[in-house]
Antibody, heavy 118, light 110 residues
Framework: QVQLQESGPGLVKPSETLSLTCTVS????????WSWIRQPPGKGLEWIGY???????KYNPSLRGRVTISVDTSKNHFSLKLSSVTAADTAVYYC????????????WGKGTTVTVSS | QSVLTQPPSASGTPGQRVTISCSGS????????VYWYQQLPGTAPKLLMY???QRPSGVPDRFSGSKSGTSASLAISGLRSEDEADYYC???????????FGGGTKLTVL
């Protein structure tokens, strides 16, 4: 079955760019939407944005200008870049597969913790 | 403050029926589908309900979803200890042109 695995640095310095990759295994990246969601410590879920396999994107308005999501269909992975990070960006970051443009996320990665600290 | 409003906590005893509410507005729940996620302690969220009242394969029929106007509910009947988790509702918001989550409800099985 389809599995997702997040990877990237667990520690990022303030003002730098957070970069994460989600590798998709067991199924194609084509024909689906792919999302990033985060969860600050002890808090709820926040949608970051999604990308369709063709490359079109939609981002959370509160993060617009700082976030970029890209996809590489040849490597079956998609990526997240979040610039100018602060301590408020410390969170568990999840990637997920979407069935469509609504929040219909049926497969999730285990999540990766990113801490923003100097 | 989350766009979708959920009670922060709910509780019940084994075998009981519990309902978790999710309140929104005409731009989200009122005009779009509602989705529910279950997050067991220390794990990633799991899709529990899609398109208001549809259960993914593998989700017990003890779980049911409904929507009326700008509110939605998740009901759990025959409560079990393994249902103790955080539950989140989600929807598309036409005004924000993005997805929104509720703040989450922590369910305790007494």
């Amino acid at each position: 079955q389809v599995q997702l695995q997040e990877s990237g640095p667990g520690l990022v310095k303030p003002s730098e760019t957070l970069s994460l990759t989600c590798t998709v295994s067991g199924g194609p990246i084509i024909s689906y939407y792919w999302s990033w969601i985060r969860q600050p410590p002890g808090k709820g879920l926040e949608w970051i944005g999604y990308i369709l396999y063709s490359g079109s994107t939609k981002y959370n308005p509160s993060l617009r200008g700082r976030v970029t999501i890209s996809v590489d269909t040849s490597k079956n992975h998609f990526s997240l870049k979040l610039s100018s990070v602060t301590a408020a960006d410390t969170a568990v970051y999840y990637c997920a597969r979407d069935r469509d443009s609504s929040p219909y996320m049926d497969v999730w990665g285990k999540g990766t913790t990113v801490t923003v600290s100097s | 403050q989350s766009v979708l409003t959920q009670p922060p906590s709910a509780s019940g005893t084994p075998g009981q029926r519990v309902t978790i509410s999710c309140s929104g507005s005409s731009s989200n729940i009122g005009s779009n589908y509602v989705y529910w996620y279950q997050q067991l302690p220390g794990t990633a969220p799991k899709l529990l309900m899609y398109r208001n009242d549809q259960r993914p394969s593998g989700v017990p029929d003890r779980f049911s979803g409904s929507k009326s106007g700008t509110s939605a509910s998740l009901a759990i009947s025959g409560l079990r200890s393994e249902d103790e988790a955080d539950y989140y509702c989600a929807a598309w918001d036409d005004s924000l042109s993005g997805r929104v989550f509720g703040g989450g409800t922590k369910l305790t099985v007494l």
